[in-house]
């Protein structure tokens, strides 16, 4: 993910035409989303330029119905030149409501964006439901760490959680959690966690933690061990916790 070929995202204070405009032609001025879309070649996108020479943005209509259904804005905060932040608003359904929004972030100014957050609204109702964030911890271009928090059920509530490491950098998924909240108490009614303890890209444990009676509390562990890395259990182990003994 180099700036250099990324394309951007973000919605931020634009100046409008009304303000200062340089050379005396119009300056392009950014349309949101479900706006019509403007011809830019009726804009000096220079004036805009020299307004605001740390920040630049871009709109698009993706299917050629005259609306705008995608806003790209990116921002050079530190002013060298290379782009370390940039955001988009994008409607997927074109039904003139933003979907998603994607956000890139180069935190250490390094020409390589180390952090991806992605909101969505997956089922056009106009909330949130999925949010995404990957980290590359390595700057190698692939995310290291991604979590991913689902509302499932479209109830406002976060009803499904999954987190996912490569933690020496090697490509590999090392180490997985998920967990799931059945019955949106926000209490997670089961938790599993996915281990390649060889490193060698192969799962050999997975432990699943679960309240087997649904009273809130977690209270049995399953632990399994796939030793030759066979697809198979070689060894298991239940612990049950009761509360009451």
């Known amino acids: 993910r180099s700036n ?37 070649e009726e804009y000096d996108h220079d004036s805009y330029q020299n307004q605001e020479p740390n920040y630049d943005f871009y709109q698009e209509d993706r299917n050629g119905d005259g609306i705008v259904d995608a806003i790209h804005v990116m921002e050079d905060t530190d002013g060298d030149g290379i782009i370390d932040h940039m955001t988009s608003y994008v409607d997927d359904n074109f039904d003139g409501s933003v979907d998603r929004t ?43 760490i991604v979590e991913v928090q689902q509302d499932s059920n479209h109830t406002g509530k976060v009803d499904t959680y999954s987190m996912q490491m490569d933690t ?25 966690i996915y281990e390649d303890s060889n490193d060698n890209g192969t799962i050999d444990m997975m432990t699943e933690i679960y309240d087997s009676d649904k009273d809130g509390i977690l209270d049995r562990a399953d632990i399994h061990h796939d030793y030759d890395e066979d697809g198979r259990d070689d060894w298991t182990q239940i612990c049950q916790y009761n509360p009451s003994n």
């Open 4 to 40: 250099e070929i990324m394309e951007t995202q973000e919605e931020t204070s634009i100046p409008t035409a009304d303000e200062e405009n340089v050379d005396g032609d119009e300056n392009l001025v950014r349309a949101d989303v479900g706006d019509n879309c403007p011809n830019t």
């Open 102 to 144: 994607v956000e890139l972030a180069d935190n250490d100014r390094d020409g390589i964006f180390e952090t991806t957050n992605i909101e969505e609204d997956t089922n056009g109702d106009g909330s949130s439901d999925t949010w995404y964030k990957g980290v590359d911890m390595n700057g190698d271009g692939n995310d290291d």
């Open 168 to 192: 020496d950098g090697d490509g590999s998924i090392d180490y997985a959690m998920r967990g799931t909240d059945y019955n949106d108490d926000g209490q997670f009614d089961s938790l599993r």
